[in-house]
């Protein structure tokens, strides 16, 4: 297994457009986590799933955000009718559970959106 | 709410030299973890510590050691021996009981030669 895998590595859209961005977490992980990240600041949660099930979302994931995992394996985030404000990092994650060693994280799907 | 604070935007240190990151962070939880993760300029966050909040012994890992004083929630990282390769932006990050990873903005560190 050679860690977290996210795809595309960029991904430049205009503002209106939908994107979708994949994550395949390291196979024996059950937590899968989404963050994004802008320039000059942390990462921010966005939502996390267990297997399979959505645990939490935070507020900055407004309506046009959707994540599934629908397998427990691999993941999806969507971004429908992008705004520039979307243009950020999106970094995935994941872990065995709370008390493993921490996240890995992905490389991250930098948006740009024009 | 639980919140992460580094009040050092950059430093900077001469390779060779030691130098010390700090970190505070806000929980009214007993149980939690805290970590310092490096993000290099190619931008993968990498794990650098872990300390476990029951763990009285303040967590090492080769040149990377943490000062952790739980009373005054303060989580600081030295770094001994600084090499260029340390070069990054690093992340103090608190792990709650719900699982959630919240991480501070940020020291960006520069190595001189």
């Known amino acids: 297994d050679t860690g977290v895998s996210q795809n595309p590595r960029h991904k430049i859209t205009k503002r209106g457009q939908n994107v979708t961005f994949r994550c395949d977490p390291i196979?024996?992980?059950?937590?899968l986590y989404w963050y994004r990240q802008t320039l000059g600041q942390g990462p921010e949660f966005l939502t996390y799933?267990?297997?399979?099930?959505?645990?939490?979302k935070s507020r900055l994931l407004s309506d046009r955000f959707s994540a599934e995992r629908p397998k427990g394996s691999f993941s999806t985030l969507e971004i429908q009718r992008t705004e520039q404000g979307d243009s950020a990092m999106y970094l995935c994650?994941?872990?065995?559970?709370?008390?493993?060693?921490?996240?890995?994280f992905g490389s991250g799907t930098r948006l740009t959106v024009v | 709410a639980q919140t992460v604070t580094q009040s050092q935007p950059e430093m900077s240190v001469q390779e060779a030299e030691t130098v010390t990151l700090s970190c505070t962070y806000d929980?009214?939880?007993?149980?939690?973890?805290l970590f310092w993760y490096k993000q290099p300029p190619s931008r993968q966050m990498i794990l650098v510590i872990r300390?476990?909040?029951?763990?009285?012994q303040n967590a090492t890992e080769n040149r990377f050691s943490v000062n952790f004083q739980k009373a005054a929630k303060s989580f600081s990282l030295k770094i001994s021996d600084s090499q260029l390769g340390d070069a990054a932006m690093y992340f103090c990050?608190?792990?709650?009981?719900?699982?959630?990873?919240?991480f501070g903005k940020g020291t960006r560190l520069h190595i001189l030669p």
């Open positions: 994650a994941s872990s065995p559970g709370r008390r493993g060693p921490g996240y890995t």
């Open positions: 196979s024996e992980h059950n937590r």
């Open positions: 799933f267990q297997n399979e099930a959505q645990l939490e």
């Open positions: 929980t009214s939880e007993s149980d939690y973890y």
């Open positions: 300390q476990e909040a029951y763990k009285q």
């Open positions: 990050a608190y792990r709650s009981s719900d699982d959630k990873i919240i």
